[in-house]
């Protein structure tokens, strides 16, 4: 045999070593253990993941919350609306009432904002109130579209441990569960029943989950804590 020939034979035997290696190494990795030494702090609440997006029906705040009866003040009517809008924020049925708006009554002029403010389970949720549009015709006997109009946002938003709980069982029931990035073990901190938040802020409470690493067969689990976070309109995210 030729040298050239022994050495292309040598070169084409290393390679396939180390190609069986990195297989081996691969398959290693491949058989995740249940997760042990896992780096960090566990939050204290179990979440078993699954169940549907959580998120509170239209109607069902409509029938905790009557309309306004006829002739009532466009102050009324808004309270109405924010009381309904407090319990889809929330995404859980709990008692929730009027408050008040400053200076009694919601301004008339387009522009105008006002502090209005509902009590939801005895937590005061504050709404600001901008008035978008005002009618042209003001009679008793005016059709509903030419009220004013409204645009509303929460100053706090307020949120029920129940609620965040089943949010994040839902996201993380959105993964593969056989898969390998598969959340394992989800928790959450210990919530107060009731809460209210920054809007457009984090809570200042952590969900998590279990990340996994491997390198030639040496798994590395940590606990990935995730900000509850909830949007300018209020509604809760982790990320």
């Given at each position: 045999?030729?040298?050239?020939?022994?050495?292309?034979?040598?070169?084409?035997?290393?390679?396939?070593?180390?190609?069986?290696?990195?297989?081996e190494a691969s398959h290693r990795c491949d058989d995740r253990p249940e997760p042990?030494?896992?780096?960090?702090?566990?939050?204290?609440?179990?979440?078993?993941?699954?169940?549907?997006?959580?998120?509170?029906?239209?109607?069902?705040?409509?029938?905790?919350?009557?309309?306004?009866?006829?002739?009532?003040?466009?102050?009324?009517?808004?309270?109405?609306?924010?009381?309904?809008?407090?319990?889809?924020?929330?995404?859980?049925?709990?008692?929730?009432?009027?408050?008040?708006?400053?200076?009694?009554?919601?301004?008339?002029?387009?522009?105008?904002?006002?502090?209005?403010?509902?009590?939801?389970?005895?937590?005061?949720?504050?709404?600001?109130?901008?008035?978008?549009?005002?009618?042209?015709?003001?009679?008793?006997?005016?059709?509903?579209?030419?009220?004013?109009?409204?645009?509303?946002?929460?100053?706090?938003?307020?949120?029920?441990?129940?609620?965040?709980?089943?949010?994040?069982?839902?996201?993380?029931?959105?993964?593969?569960?056989?898969?390998?990035?598969?959340?394992?073990?989800?928790?959450?901190?210990?919530?107060?029943?009731?809460?209210?938040?920054?809007?457009?802020?984090?809570?200042?409470?952590?969900?998590?989950?279990?990340?996994?690493?491997?390198?030639?067969?040496?798994?590395?689990?940590?606990?990935?804590?995730?900000?509850?976070?909830?949007?300018?309109?209020?509604?809760?995210?982790?990320?």
């Amino acid at each position: 045999m030729s040298r050239a020939l022994v050495s292309a034979v040598a070169a084409v035997t290393a390679v396939v070593t180390l190609l069986s290696g990195c297989t081996e190494a691969s398959h290693r990795c491949d058989d995740r253990p249940e997760p042990s030494d896992v780096r960090g702090h566990q939050r204290p609440v179990e979440i078993r993941p699954g169940g549907k997006r959580p998120a509170l029906a239209g109607a069902a705040a409509a029938r905790a919350v009557p309309a306004a009866g006829r002739g009532a003040s466009d102050t009324e009517r808004i309270l109405v609306r924010l009381q309904r809008e407090t319990l889809l924020m929330a995404d859980d049925l709990r008692p929730v009432r009027p408050g008040r708006c400053t200076g009694g009554e919601l301004p008339d002029r387009a522009g105008a904002t006002a502090r209005c403010t509902v009590l939801y389970a005895d937590v005061e949720v504050p709404w600001r109130v901008r008035i978008t549009d005002t009618p042209r015709d003001t009679s008793r006997d005016a059709a509903a579209d030419s009220r004013p109009r409204y645009e509303i946002r929460p100053l706090t938003s307020v949120h029920t441990a129940r609620a965040v709980y089943a949010a994040y069982a839902w996201h993380v029931g959105r993964s593969d569960a056989a898969g390998p990035l598969a959340p394992r073990d989800p928790r959450c901190d210990r919530l107060p029943d009731v809460f209210t938040a920054e809007p457009g802020e984090d809570t200042g409470y952590y969900c998590q989950d279990i990340l996994w690493s491997c390198r030639n067969g040496d798994f590395d689990f940590a606990w990935n804590d995730l900000p509850v976070r909830a949007d300018e309109h209020g509604e809760v995210s982790f990320e």
